[in-house]
């Protein structure tokens, strides 16, 4: 694919996926930047050493002549490297976007490319939850919108029967077995431990 590089010059992008032999490279690329891409980078930590029987990372290299300049993961998830050069990211995005299914684990500006490029193939979000991650620098918080009408609060003692009715709505979304039927006063008191992280819209 081609695209112009940083200074505008016009450059050939060519990605292919990473191979064993890149590993190395693509370590040393993400060295400076770890906080930044610590999910990528842990993932090229496994590359070529997964067990048997565990599914592979697969990873997208982005080469100009023979300089790595961007990666990408599309198993277990599609994760953009952070910080990359708009053509570069451009470049990565279109295998990426043939991807049928998979969580998207990136920063919100590299996420929105890709969910705008999943889009015009068809492919639709399916969210069940939010998850919050841990911000290193303070900076990059940013306040959700609240709809209107809401009011959003902090989880309560009183809230705990209805958060354990979600909390079991969401396993069997999943298909996955329901420990409460099991151990109700087990689940009751894993799922009150985490009420000062919830929060309830009225």
């Not at 999910?39 to 565990?54: E, K, N, Q, R």
């Not at 910080?83 to 684990?105: I, K, T």
Request: hydrophobic share 50%; charged share 30%.
């Amino acid at each position: 694919m081609a695209a112009p590089d940083a200074h505008g010059r016009s450059a050939r992008v060519i990605v292919r996926p990473l191979r064993r032999r890149d590993r190395a490279a693509a370590l040393q690329r993400l060295a400076g930047r770890a906080r930044d891409d610590l999910f990528l980078a842990d993932l090229l930590v496994a590359f070529g050493t997964h067990a048997s029987g565990d599914a592979a990372p697969e990873l997208l290299g982005a080469w100009r002549g023979e300089t790595l300049v961007g990666l990408a993961s599309v198993r277990p998830t599609l994760v953009l490297e952070s910080a990359l050069e708009p053509a570069v990211r451009e470049a990565l995005l279109g295998p990426m976007s043939d991807v049928a299914s998979g969580l998207v684990r990136c920063e919100a500006r590299s996420a929105a490319a890709l969910w705008a490029r999943l889009a015009t193939r068809g492919r639709r979000a399916l969210v069940d939850r939010l998850e919050e991650g841990l911000v290193l620098d303070p900076a990059w918080l940013r306040d959700a919108p609240v709809p209107a009408g809401l009011l959003l609060r902090a989880a309560e003692l009183r809230d705990l029967e209805p958060l354990v009715e979600a909390a079991r709505a969401s396993l069997r979304e999943e298909g996955r077995p329901d420990p409460f039927l099991g151990d109700p006063r087990g689940f009751r008191r894993w799922v009150a431990a985490r009420l000062d992280r919830a929060r309830v819209g009225e």
